[in-house]
């Protein structure tokens, strides 16, 4: 299993573009879920998805969308770029609960690293 | 409001030393789960562990040990006999049934420095 991957590695923006960041995950999980990760401020929450075609606002939605018209992808878009979206964003997946547990960990991809001047 | 606190920003220790990282987490679920993770130079999120708010037994792996009492909505984390591969930061979470079992809420972090 890849488990979950984003693409690109690296991106710089400028000040108004508009782009893509991919997410993908091989695990047949239902949750996912996108940060960033600021210096100092931890990990926060963007959007979630508790499934195909179900998606909720977290801590910090503005200036992001996202949709998941599949199981296995989880774009998120950044409409209108800002440089107080410099960050590095991660994607995380996780199975859903279960008669064992009613929850269980993230796997996270390798994050994005995102400049915009 | 900040739910998990990490006051540490960075703990700094010599080889063989133990640390010990402090959580103290925020909620009114009774049913609620705590995760660590890791994060080396390298950047990727490891997972350390996950206790659910009913499971209160410590738990020791290797030369990682947890300490969760919820009388003080703690979830403490050790590492004994610490080495150079130790450093990284050390993030705490939690997860509430009230609001969903897909987010997770981070802490700050930790940053632990092991100097040879």
């Known amino acids: 299993n890849a488990g979950v991957t984003q693409t690109p590695k690296f991106q710089v923006l400028k000040t108004g573009q508009s782009m893509t960041l991919q997410c993908a995950q091989d695990?047949?999980?239902?949750?996912m879920s996108w940060y960033r990760q600021d210096p100092g401020m931890g990990l926060r929450l963007i959007h979630y998805?508790?499934?195909?075609?179900?998606?909720d606002q977290g801590e910090v939605p503005n200036g992001y969308n996202v949709s998941r018209s599949t199981t296995e992808d989880f774009p998120l878009r950044l409409l209108s770029a800002a440089p107080s979206q410099t960050s590095v964003y991660f994607c995380?997946?996780?199975?859903?609960?279960?008669?064992?547990?009613?929850?269980?960990?993230?796997?996270f991809g390798p994050g994005t690293r995102l400049t915009v001047t | 409001a900040q739910k998990v606190t990490q006051a540490q920003t960075e703990i700094s220790v010599v080889e063989k030393e133990d640390v010990t990282l402090d959580c103290v987490y925020e909620?009114?679920?009774?049913?609620?789960?705590l995760f660590w993770y890791k994060q080396p130079p390298s950047g990727e999120l490891v997972f350390l562990i996950r206790?659910?708010?009913?499971?209160?037994q410590n738990e020791i792996s290797g030369r990682y040990s947890w300490n969760f009492q919820k009388s003080t909505s703690s979830f403490n984390f050790t590492i004994t006999a610490s080495q150079v591969v130790d450093s990284a930061v050390y993030f705490c979470?939690?997860?509430?049934?009230?609001?969903?079992?897909?987010?997770?809420?981070f802490g700050a972090g930790t940053q632990v420095v092991v100097t040879p």
């Open positions: 995380a997946s996780s199975r859903s609960g279960t008669s064992g547990a009613l929850a269980y960990e993230q796997y």
């Open positions: 695990m047949n999980h239902e949750y």
């Open positions: 998805s508790v499934g195909a075609g179900i998606t």
């Open positions: 909620t009114r679920d009774t049913t609620y789960y």
């Open positions: 206790r659910n708010s009913f499971d209160e």
């Open positions: 979470a939690l997860s509430e049934e009230t609001d969903s079992w897909g987010k997770l809420q």
